[in-house]
């Protein structure tokens, strides 16, 4: 690895008494791929990476460590976008700041969702559709990575194709991806490369499945 040119997230002996230890570099505009059956730890590895969880390790984004950043603004940057996102507001509004819902009027339509439902109450969406505000909600933020925890898990295959390509879109801008899906042929077509997870560790699926 040059110094000059690290990778956009580097992790090295990320581990709990749950998982790991975990080593992965992703480059920017990679995406990775992770499948695994449910309870595997698919979803625990991408809040170790958040710090979300408790862990041990060091994670680098852009050369630069995990520990030289405060919480939110790691977060910020290295975001995780969980399968069920959290929603503490009544309405959908008071969930984008004034640039963010800037963002999202222009993506909703893009997404196949209706415009006005920026506007309405969380509790009038169906789980397709706060999947899909939540996708939004994470990419207002302009993460150097997004760690996409089964982004499609509630949408048909319209939705899903709509998904994923703004997801390409978004690698092409630089952005890294790390998604969780159960869908291998979802692994196959937006991953870079394809891992396994079995029994809290990450393995290649070729070499796993072999």
């Known amino acids: 690895m040059s110094s000059a040119n690290p990778p956009r997230l580097r992790i090295a002996?990320?581990?709990s008494p749950l998982a790991g230890p975990f080593d992965l570099s992703v480059d920017a505009g990679e995406c990775v791929a992770v499948t695994g059956a449910s309870g595997s730890g698919k979803s625990l590895f991408l809040r170790m990476i958040a710090d979300l969880d408790p862990n041990d390790g060091k994670v680098w984004l852009d050369g630069r460590e995990r520990a030289a950043f405060t919480a939110p603004a790691w977060r910020r940057q290295v975001?995780?976008?969980a399968a069920e996102t959290g929603?503490?507001?009544d309405d959908v509004a008071p969930h984008f700041h004034a640039a963010a819902?800037?963002?999202?009027?222009t993506m909703v339509p893009l997404l196949g969702l209706p415009p006005d439902l920026l506007d309405g109450p969380v509790l009038r969406l169906s789980t397709g559709e706060r999947q899909r505000l939540a996708l939004i909600r994470a990419l207002?933020?302009?993460p150097k990575v997004l760690l996409a925890d089964e982004p499609t898990g509630a949408l048909d295959e319209a939705a899903t194709a709509m998904v994923e390509t703004i997801l390409r879109e978004r690698l092409a801008t630089g952005i890294a991806i790390i998604?969780?899906?159960h869908s291998p042929e979802q692994a196959a077509r937006l991953g870079h490369r394809h891992f396994l997870m079995r029994d809290r560790h990450l393995r290649p699926a070729d070499v796993a499945a072999a």
């Open 79 to 81: 975001l995780y976008n």
């Open 87 to 89: 929603w503490w507001h």
């Open 101 to 105: 819902m800037d963002f999202a009027r």
């Open 140 to 142: 207002a933020h302009a």
């Open 13 to 15: 002996g990320l581990h």
């Open 179 to 181: 998604m969780v899906t």
